[in-house]
């Protein structure tokens, strides 16, 4: 089967850092995508790794390692505008290479 | 980069009729496209899977026959939500598979689509 998981929810400061955790348990794998989704839209895409180690993109960087099943997002020097859902996603090519995502986390900015 | 367009992005019906949702790839060729549903503070639910050419693949639990759909082209897959009911409102997205290594290897969803059914 297949289980992603990640924390529901995470707070916090305008300025900050904060490290959303991703951990996957999947037959196969082929990439874990990052998605930020803001209320009511659609997921628009952060990251890719297929790799071991640490994608940097500006504020956001992603990080991998397959032989721990691990990813996390980074996010840096906070803004509001980052108040959003951040859904981790593993492709799994023995499931048609389809996307399974995890529950989701929602962060919240403050202040 | 490459774009993906859904519409409509909100469409109110009546209950018992047909409601269909159409989701293009702009700039490249999605041989596979993704259906998915999602509820209000839930991760996305994948629907099905559909292939250019061919029959689309549902997941366990998602009806066939009420929720069609349909890959004619390269470029665009629809979703038909029939004889829909209230408990079909939902925020339906599409995503569509980029490919290679100038797209970054990468899937795009599409814009969303509410669909409210009265």
């Known amino acids: 089967g297949q289980n992603i998981d990640q924390p529901t929810e995470m707070t916090a400061t305008e300025g900050a850092i904060v490290q959303i955790n991703c951990t996957y348990q999947t037959s196969g794998f082929n990439g874990l995508f990052w998605y930020q989704q803001h209320a009511g839209e659609a997921p628009t895409f952060l990251s890719y790794n297929v790799l071991d180690g640490l994608e940097e993109k500006g504020r956001f960087s992603s990080f991998l390692s397959r032989s721990k099943g691990y990813s996390y997002l980074l996010l840096k020097e906070l803004q509001m505008k980052d108040s959003a859902s951040y859904l981790c996603?593993?492709?799994?090519?023995?499931?048609?290479?389809?996307?399974?995502f995890g529950g989701g986390t929602r962060v919240l900015v403050k202040p | 980069g490459a774009v993906v367009s859904q519409h409509p992005s909100r469409v109110i019906c009546k209950s018992g009729t047909s409601v269909k949702i159409e989701c293009r790839s702009l700039d490249f060729q999605a041989t596979t496209m993704f259906w998915y549903r999602q509820f209000p503070k839930q991760s996305l639910m994948l629907m099905a899977t559909?292939?250019?050419?061919?029959?689309?693949?549902?997941e366990q639990g998602v009806e066939k026959d009420k929720f069609l759909i349909n890959h004619a082209s390269l470029t665009l897959s629809t979703l038909t939500v029939t004889s829909a009911h209230p408990e079909d409102s939902s925020f339906y997205i599409c995503s569509a598979y980029a490919g290679g290594a100038d797209s970054g290897n990468t899937i795009y969803f599409g814009e969303g689509s509410w669909l409210t059914v009265v």
């Open positions: 559909s292939n250019e050419g061919s029959k689309a693949t549902y």
């Open positions: 996603a593993v492709r799994d090519p023995a499931a048609g290479n389809k996307l399974t």
